[in-house]
């Protein structure tokens, strides 16, 4: 299975600022998820990002909130804009091997927002 | 859309003894089942999966069972160990989207 880093690990950010997070796949992948999880809670998706298109977003998340960029097949950037406090949570991508379904996920970025 | 209930919450077993976790799915057309385990501190890690062309599916002490009439499946570790103590997560997909469960505290005691 490929395997994913993220940067940064975790961060304490002020709110009305704004956090990119990176993720780095080590095989080219058509397929990249980015996740939010909130403190105890199950995994939400937030978007689903492909290479050489739009990002599409899922009922709840907006562009502008989370701009997503996917400039090669094996990266791609997560970006939380104007932070408030609920933006507190660990965020993580994923990525899909090729035609099966299966996701492997990132290691999460913990992000909170005082 | 699909929607994905589990139970039970939290589970506290003691070493040696079976676990079982249980899903439901309420969208027909879902026919990829995976169960993530996810440990304090670290990302989801894919521990075994099922399809829906598939009843059962075993690898060493863990399987997963899937009853596509009654659109639920199962998790079900055997001679736990206190390494399997972690938040374990079913889900469904139909259409390269999975929808997560709510997810089960696993406790393992020794």
């Known amino acids: 299975s490929a395997v994913i880093s993220q940067k940064p690990s975790r961060d304490i950010c002020q709110r009305g600022t704004s956090l990119t997070i990176q993720c780095q796949v080590d095989s080219q992948v058509t397929m990249m998820f980015w996740y939010r999880q909130q403190p105890g809670q199950s995994l939400t998706l937030i978007a689903t990002a492909n290479q050489g298109s739009e990002a599409t977003y899922e009922s709840g998340f907006v562009i502008d909130k989370f701009p997503i960029s996917r400039p090669n097949l094996t990266f791609s950037t997560l970006t939380v804009s104007n932070m408030s406090p609920e933006d507190s949570s660990i965020y993580l991508c994923?990525?899909?091997?090729?035609?099966?379904?299966?996701?492997?996920f990132g290691p999460g970025t913990r992000l909170t927002v005082t | 859309g699909e929607n994905v209930e589990q139970h039970p919450s939290t589970l506290s077993v003691q070493e040696g003894d079976s676990a079982v976790i249980k899903c439901t799915y309420s969208?027909?057309?879902?026919?990829?089942f995976p169960w993530y385990k996810q440990e304090l501190g670290k990302g989801p890690q894919l521990i075994i999966d099922?399809?829906?062309?598939?009843g059962e599916k075993k690898d060493q002490r863990i399987a997963v069972t899937l009853n596509k009439t009654a659109k639920h499946f199962s998790l079900h570790i055997t001679e736990t160990q206190p390494e399997d103590s972690a938040v374990y997560f079913c889900a469904a997909t139909g259409f390269q989207k999975l929808v997560f469960g709510t997810g089960t505290r696993l406790l393992v005691s020794p």
């Open positions: 969208d027909s057309a879902s026919n990829y």
């Open positions: 099922i399809r829906s062309n598939v």
């Open positions: 994923s990525v899909e091997e090729e035609g099966t379904y299966e996701q492997y």
